[in-house]
């Protein structure tokens, strides 16, 4: 902590030879407590267990992070998978698309008379 909020009270706490400090009133009581000062030893031993947990969070959130976005993947990919018609429905609900599609677009070229299409050329 290298800037304090002017006329904000303090609490000062004191655990294993090492002295903390905090905002006391809301909304600045959220920010995390800081060292101050005492035994050496201790505040070299609480910065390195303080490090230690950042570094053990960071590794859990990537991994939990990782998962997350896997399965996430997966899941759209079978989504596509599915709706292509490539993986077969599941609990019998079809949303393949492909078949719509085709037949969509076969009764259209239908419609479409094939002299009118030679006469302009294909302009």
Do not use: C
């Amino acid at each position: 902590m290298t800037k304090l909020l002017p006329g904000q009270p303090l609490i000062y706490e004191r655990a294993n030879g090492v002295t903390y400090a905090r905002y006391r009133d809301p909304p600045h009581n959220k920010i995390k407590r800081w060292i101050v000062g005492g035994d050496p030893k201790a505040v070299a031993e609480a910065k390195r267990i303080d490090e230690e947990s950042m570094a053990k969070h960071n590794r859990d959130a990537t991994v939990i992070s990782m998962i997350l976005g896997f399965t996430t993947l997966a899941l759209f990919v079978d989504g596509l998978l599915r709706m292509l018609g490539i993986i077969p429905p599941f609990m019998e609900i079809d949303i393949n698309i492909l078949d719509k599609i085709e037949t969509d677009i076969i009764d259209r070229v239908k419609q479409v008379p094939i002299q009118k299409i030679l006469q302009s050329g294909f302009r």
